[in-house]
T-cell receptor, first 111, second 113 residues
């Protein structure tokens, strides 16, 4: 079993839809949770960062962490074609900044 | 502010050849990393460094070597290229303040034929 599981998609939604992206994990030591966005042929860029359980909102993006269920989510409201990218979840237990990444979910927002 | 710069962007190698992938960051980050990304496999950590003169193996270090003589530079060396090393390689850096996450370079696409 992989430490971090993420549905690879592809996920196709119409413009304006609410998008839900998810990851599950098995390592209960993970405390820091991140979402990265990666456009085609580019490096990943940090989108959201959350410590422990709870919600964090930034504009159209909301990150949720449920440590009891070992489940994290990223919600995108009013999705735009410019949101079309691969979204990677990442997690860290602490002490060394080494991240464990999910395989990424490919999202396409269509006009 | 350039961030993390990787060179070259593309390279084709023949089996058995060697090469060095260059990575430079100008953010004075102590931590630097090398990842490879294969389709459907996510990012796999090859090597990492927590400061000049200190390196350690990641998840998939075989066939690679690194050095960290300065804070800014973290080159990745492939000694005897194999087809299994065909991949996209990303260098990243970070500082101990976790809220900033990693800053990635734009990647090097390597094909071994």
């Amino acid at each position: 079993q992989k430490e971090v599981e993420q549905d690879p998609g592809p996920l196709s939604v119409p413009e304006g839809a609410i998008v839900s992206l998810n990851c599950t994990y098995s390592n209960s030591a993970f405390q820091y949770f991140m979402w990265y966005r990666q456009y085609s042929r580019k490096g990943p860029e940090l989108l959201m960062y959350t410590y422990s359980s709870g919600n964090k909102e930034d504009g159209r993006f909301t990150a949720q962490v449920d440590k009891s269920s070992k489940y994290i989510s990223l919600f995108i409201r009013d999705s735009q074609p410019s949101d079309s990218a691969t979204y990677l979840c990442a997690m860290e237990a602490g002490g060394g900044n080494k991240l464990t990444f999910g395989t990424g979910t490919q999202l396409k927002v269509e006009l | 502010n350039a961030g993390v710069t990787q060179t070259p962007k593309f390279r084709i190698l023949k089996i058995g050849q060697s090469m060095t992938l260059q990575c430079t960051q100008d953010m004075n980050h102590n931590y630097m990393y090398w990842y490879r990304q294969d389709p459907g496999m996510g990012l796999k950590l090859i090597y990492y460094s927590v400061g000049a003169g200190i390196t350690d193996k990641g998840e998939v270090p075989n066939g690679y070597n690194v050095s960290r003589s300065t804070t800014e530079d973290f080159p990745l060396r492939l000694e005897l290229a194999a087809p299994s090393q065909t991949s996209v390689y990303f260098c990243a850096s970070s500082n101990p303040d976790r809220g900033n996450g990693y800053t990635f370079g734009s990647g090097t696409r390597l094909t071994v034929v």
